[in-house]
């Protein structure tokens, strides 16, 4: 029966690279869980330092749990036990494993989140490099023809990384740049990232309500404010 469960288990790979943005990483994986999806989780050698920076926790392989339940349970202005989050459905890749079960085509995913993608990642991911455990099962992803949304974080953007971003859209990755919008009411540094999170999460047809949708109605968001 277990194995049977085994493999019927279809996750979603998420892949954190070490661009800031560490909090839009923590919401998509609430709204992944929160929606009953399992996850495959990366988290780059890199991102452990935006992850230090941004949260204080230093994230280890060994007590990778530990350290997740943390992360997820922290809200994006600090406080630490603003969430209460089940990480039972999430399976944890070393970034390094590159013989990991992401890294191969015939492995049961639905498809790849990169949140945040670090201009870095989408290099190697235009470029097939492959580096790392992430960037591999990026490349799996294309190759599979799977959903892949790309959460890019960088601002300005150079010339390079815009032909990256293009060539990706042309092999059918969704290129979302971590760009929260000011019409949906948010009054929290929270709403803002969980903007972002929202829609990543629509590119995937993971349902959710992070935040409040677009009515077709001027004014809506100051509404909601009380203004
Ligand atoms: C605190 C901190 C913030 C960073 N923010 C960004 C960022 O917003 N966007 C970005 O592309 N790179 C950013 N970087 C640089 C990346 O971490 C670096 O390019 C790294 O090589 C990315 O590797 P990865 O794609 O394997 O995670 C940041 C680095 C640090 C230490």
Do not use: C
Not at 53 to 79: P, Q, S, V, Y
Not at 98 to 117: D, F, H, Q, R, T
Not at 139 to 154: D, G, N
């Amino acid at each position: 029966m277990e194995a049977v469960e085994e493999q019927q288990r279809r996750p979603w790979v998420v892949g954190v690279s070490g661009a800031s943005g560490t909090p839009y990483a923590a919401a998509v994986l609430r709204g992944l869980l929160a929606a009953g999806e399992s996850v495959d989780l990366v988290v780059s050698r890199a991102s452990r330092l935006t992850l230090l920076d941004e949260t204080g926790i230093a994230f280890r392989d060994a007590h990778w749990r530990e350290d997740l339940t943390a992360w997820l349970a922290r809200g994006a202005d600090g406080k630490p036990d603003t969430f209460a989050v089940d990480v039972e459905g999430v399976r944890y890749w070393a970034a390094g494993d590159l013989a990991a079960g992401p890294s191969s085509g015939s492995y049961p995913v639905k498809g790849m989140l990169i949140v945040p993608a670090s201009t870095a990642s989408v290099a190697g991911v235009a470029l097939g490099l492959s580096k790392d455990l992430l960037q591999r099962a990026a490349s799996v992803t294309l190759k599979e023809r799977r959903p892949l949304v790309i959460a890019v974080r960088e601002t300005p953007l150079n010339g390079q990384t815009l032909k990256h971003l293009v060539a990706l859209d042309e092999a059918g990755a969704v290129v979302l740049p971590a760009s929260p919008a000011f019409y949906a009411g948010a009054t929290h540094i929270q709403d803002l990232v969980d903007f972002v999170a929202g829609r990543v999460l629509d590119a995937a047809g993971v349902p959710h309500r992070l935040y409040r949708r677009w009515e077709g109605e001027l004014g809506g968001g100051a509404g909601s404010r009380g203004d």
